[in-house]
């Protein structure tokens, strides 16, 4: 799985949106202690960087090792490479032991997971009572009338070459499985839906579309998903390459503790 994302390492961390502090903020609301917190698929640690200001301690891992070697440096983050081939208690004495964590986040990655294996470590390392595990992804991304039909057009496109654990994603996480107890913020088949406004330029935007795995999967089969046709049609939609827009990553959330 990791090949998925070696490759477009280099450009994740300037074409993927940093999230909303909000968040953050509204999830250390739901835990007790802030002492220790898990980013799991952290990719370039977007979303640690941000756990961060609410936990003392931020253990970041993730599969790949080329997303780690652009990760956002902060002291009180620490990043580690996970390979699929780790072992669970390995992992589980890598993020801090048994009952050891208050709060475990996954953004934009869980669908990628093993899941069989990851919600047991979950269990293992989370706190009993009072830690909690967050998931959360976006999908298709609005901007207008006129791009939003683009858009999806594009987004159709790359179904062919997706992984099918990328559907959990389009399917805004309603058929993710998800065996926590609710804390108020969705549940399993009904994820609590989230705005996520950007300002943004065509050029972000076709840097966030060239990020995606499926692009660089249909390119190594001799398939260009953005080509110069494609381009044009959403550039024309947009407004021009020197607008700037403010576009809305429809998003979802699932925040749960262990099932006692």
């Known amino acids: 799985m990791a090949e998925l994302f070696d490759k477009q390492a280099a450009i994740y961390l300037d074409a993927r949106p940093r999230y909303p502090s909000e968040w953050f903020s509204m999830l250390a609301s739901l835990t007790p202690d802030h002492s220790l917190a898990w980013d799991a698929g952290t990719g370039n640690g977007q979303a ?3 756990v961060s200001e609410h936990y003392k301690q931020v253990i970041a891992t993730d599969i790949s ?12 983050v620490q990043y580690f490479h996970s390979p699929s081939s780790m072992s669970d208690d390995e992992l589980v004495n890598l993020i801090g032991g048994e009952n050891s964590v208050d709060l475990v986040v996954v953004a ?3 669908h990628w997971f093993d899941l069989e294996k990851f919600y047991p470590v979950v269990n293992r390392v989370l706190k ?9 992804s976006y999908n298709i991304i609005q901007v207008s009338p006129e791009m939003d039909p ?37 549940c399993e088949g009904q994820p609590l839906e989230l705005d996520m406004p950007r300002e943004m330029s065509f050029e972000r935007l076709l840097k966030l579309l060239s990020s995606a795995s499926a692009v660089n999967t249909a390119k190594e089969q001799g398939v260009n998903l953005l080509s110069e046709e494609v381009v044009r049609e959403l550039g ?15 998003s979802y959330m699932l925040a749960g503790k262990v099932k006692l």
């Open 236 to 250: 024309s939609a947009w407004g021009g390459p020197e607008l700037v827009r403010t576009v809305n990553y429809k």
């Open 128 to 136: 009993k009572p009072g830690g909690v595990v967050a998931v959360w």
């Open 65 to 76: 090792e080329e997303q780690l070697k652009h990760a956002i440096q902060h002291p009180q």
């Open 108 to 110: 934009t990655a869980v």
């Open 150 to 186: 683009l858009l999806r057009k594009f987004y159709e496109g790359t179904f062919p070459f997706q992984n099918p654990k990328a559907m959990y994603a389009f399917e805004c996480y309603k058929t993710l499985p998800f065996p926590f107890e609710s804390v108020g913020v969705g």
């Open 48 to 50: 640690a960087i941000d």
